[in-house]
């Protein structure tokens, strides 16, 4: 399977998507997709389908680790998978259930929190870690064998350990508060607008998109940095596994979001020329407007693997 660099900003799909040939008849696109992806989708999801009215996209977020499960273990049906970690994809689906895939844009792990939290006049990038111990201070995250920003966390943890040179943090921060560990990033949001929680561990887009206050953490361990990949590399956790009573090891890198077509999708066409949409210029912006920074040259694992309407549209793609 090989590994691409696309060195166009996919100038080729412009506005307009691959094209659809589809009739009058409504067909359905099904997408599974990371929860922190909610916001970006449903204004792709807008957009598309005023553009084709033929068609109606049904979302379906959960955790990318569930997401990916509903495919093999529960054999649901899915045009797309939409996951926040390249990984989920390629270790979870390629080569059984789907052959390529396609990185497209990237995050980071922040602190996010409100006026109310406790302590918000006095946290800051250097005493967050002091913060979060108080006994009175309630922090939430994500579950590591749901969710890529439960494990990223975790990730995070180790690094800050290191970073820090703070010898057992992780232990305290992941034995603190485990009552509030909810299965996906964007569950998160009601606790702390509730105000059970003081802060989460979250990507800086749903920050950015739920109008949160939030802690940028440094480059070293906010997992955003591709230059930074061999630090993130040094860390590692094991996760609920491809069948149940398995485990399967994640090491750190920097956060890349991928989807792919499964083999058995009901729609394949109409998946691959949404695809298109999401990746032209428009596409793109969204992501970029809701704190998700294209990838820009994308990545294409399984390049010899993708769908020939899709490969087709891909002009000016040369091998890395």
């Not at 409100?114 to 967050?128: D, M």
């Not at 006994?135 to 990223?152: E, F, N």
């Not at 105000?195 to 206050?213: E, G, P, T």
């Amino acid at each position: 399977m090989k590994t691409i660099f696309l060195f166009t900003v996919l100038s080729f799909f412009l506005f307009s998507g691959c094209g659809n040939s589809h009739s009058g008849k409504t067909k359905e696109i099904i997408i599974f997709h990371a929860g922190s992806l909610s916001v970006p989708f449903k204004q792709l999801k807008s957009l598309y389908e005023k553009k084709n009215p033929g068609i109606e996209i049904l979302l379906e977020p959960a955790g990318s680790l569930v997401c990916a499960r509903k495919i093999t273990e529960l054999k649901k049906p899915c045009d797309i998978l939409a996951s926040a970690d390249y990984f989920v994809i390629n270790e979870l689906l390629i080569p059984d259930y789907t052959k390529w895939s396609i990185r497209f844009a990237t995050n980071e792990i922040v602190i996010a929190y409100h006026e109310k939290s406790r302590y918000s006049s006095e946290i800051n990038s250097t005493n967050w870690i002091d913060i979060l111990m108080k006994d009175d201070v309630i922090y939430s995250r994500s579950d590591p064998d749901s969710d890529p920003c439960g494990y990223r966390t975790v990730l995070t943890f180790m690094l800050a350990e290191r970073y820090y040179n703070k010898e057992g943090l992780t232990e305290k921060m992941t034995s603190k508060n485990i009552d509030f560990i909810r299965p996906k990033e964007t569950d998160l949001i009601a606790l702390i607008e509730s105000n059970s929680i003081d802060y989460m561990f979250q990507y800086k887009s749903v920050a950015i998109q739920h109008r949160l206050k939030y802690i940028e953490l440094p480059d070293e361990i906010n997992l955003s940095d591709p230059s930074k990949e061999e630090i993130y590399r040094t860390v590692s956790l094991d996760v609920i596994g491809s069948k149940p009573g398995t485990k399967m090891k994640v090491t750190g890198d920097y956060i890349n979001y991928s989807m792919t077509v499964p083999d058995n999708a009901p729609d394949k066409d109409e998946a691959v020329d949404f695809i298109c949409y999401m990746l032209s210029e428009e596409g793109m912006e969204i992501f970029k407007k809701n704190g998700q920074d294209p990838i820009i040259p994308v990545l294409i694992d399984g390049l010899d693997k993708l769908p020939l309407k899709l490969l087709k549209k891909l002009s000016g793609i040369e091998p890395n």
